[in-house]
């Protein structure tokens, strides 16, 4: 608070001055700057008593919510490093740069650019890197050595620090000082039961999340979107095409990840980190769920004329709130509307195709008059030949059928339930949802053997599968199970 007054007041810089306001009926100290400091002013002391230590001491009001406002704004800027920040109140934020820091050309790099960059600004910083939170947090405020602890190292940073390194209260810093432990060395080594018992679970929770034993969840500063993407800039961006450049790498990035899991932007959000520390941002929306990347840049592009880059942008994000699942559509193959296997055209893309990728590769069926599955479909290569019969639709069939059924291993409830779990190829899968049993008859009049039972099922993650039991259970005879199809 004291370094952003100096920089809204320049002719406070020489001046030792603090900011108080009441409490209890009485005026307290709530920030002081570093010239009171050192004069040994300290916040929670009363105003009047350190007014008689400083004479020339200026008291200014204390500014309410404006500290929570100042280190949020300080946070948001610091977006520019990782997405994954959190606030430390009162006067600290926490930055996991894990997967980053390769950006700013490694760990030390990484940590200089952003003490510096904030020390430019004005502002007194202190900074820290470790595996855990706690001790990032202990280095940064009471740390002499180095800055950058490594991998595993926590208890060795820890060492030769006082307890209050470890974030505890006032009430078990004082005891701890009675019992003669200034620094973390004299007690990490005592049972933890003994100290459990003496100092109470707040005392070995910090010490455990300091050391990484135990997790330290973050309240994040801004929830990270599902799907976002970064891109920071080497060099500042102040043109209209570098913008653009920006959102088709963005969109490009993005657009793949969504596709693959078979998802699209219904509302997607631009942010532009500028080099005065304004954030400027661009939405879009859409009515159906897409990945086209070039219908989505063409949204884009006509916001370009509201972002103002000023000085440059040196980091865009780019982030999808709200993305629904595409149902894709078939795409017209020909045209007219009347034109059919009879069409040359069609018999020509075949005739391209099957020089292209072979002809093992395409494949035309027709429905056969059999109930037996491995019969109810043939093989034809000829466009002229008709089906004999029309395709049984009331009933659901795989959209995949093996040449052969597959041998099994099932664990089931006897005698007519479907399978809890089954083993295929060596991979477990267990059913969460089945539809069945639908029984097959073997055609007689062409060969003997059991019926088959079939079941649709589908397993943890969602796949679908045609399973069947061949023949009934009975006390001597244990029918196999098979897989025969797979569903879209």
Known sequence: MTDWLTLRQPKLKDVPFVLAGPERNRIVIRAANALAQAQGVHTGMAAADAKAIVTNLKVLDDIPDQPLKLLKALGEWCIRYTPIIAMDLPDGLVLDVTGCTHLWGGERACLKEIVTRLRSKGYDVRGAMADTVGTAWAVARFGKVKAIIAEGEQQDALLSLPPAALRLEPLILDRLHKLGFYTISKFIGLGRTAMRRRFGDGFLLRLNQALGTENEPLQLLQPIEPYSERLPCLEPINTAVGIEIAIKTLLENLCRRLAGEGKGIRTAILKCYRLDGQLVTAAIGTNNATHN??????????????????????????????????????????????????????????????????????????????????????????????????????????????????????????????????????????????????????????????????????????????????GHYSADNKPQWYIHGFFA
């Open 293 to 470: 990347i070039s219908h989505l840049f063409k949204l884009f592009e006509l916001k370009i004329a509201t972002i103002e880059p000023a000085l440059g942008i040196e980091l865009f994000t780019l982030e999808s709130p709200k993305a629904e699942d595409v149902e894709p559509e078939q795409e017209i193959l020909w045209v007219p509307e009347d034109c059919s296997l009879t069409d040359s055209r069609l018999a020509e893309l075949l005739d391209r195709l099957t020089n292209k990728i072979g002809a093992s590769a395409i494949h035309r069926y027709l429905p056969q008059e059999h109930y037996w599955p491995e019969r109810s479909i043939k093989t034809t290569i000829s466009l002229k030949e008709k089906p004999t019969t029309a395709w049984r639709t009331d009933r659901p069939r795989p959209s995949i059928l093996l040449p052969l059924p597959e041998r099994i291993d099932v664990t089931s409830i006897v005698p007519d339930y479907p399978p809890m779990l089954f083993i295929y190829k060596n991979k477990t899968h267990h059913v969460k949802k089945a539809d069945g049993p639908e029984r097959i008859e073997r055609e007689w009049w062409l060969d003997q053997g059991d019926h088959r039972d079939y079941y649709q099922v589908e397993d943890e993650v969602g796949q679908r599968y045609w399973l069947f039991r061949s």
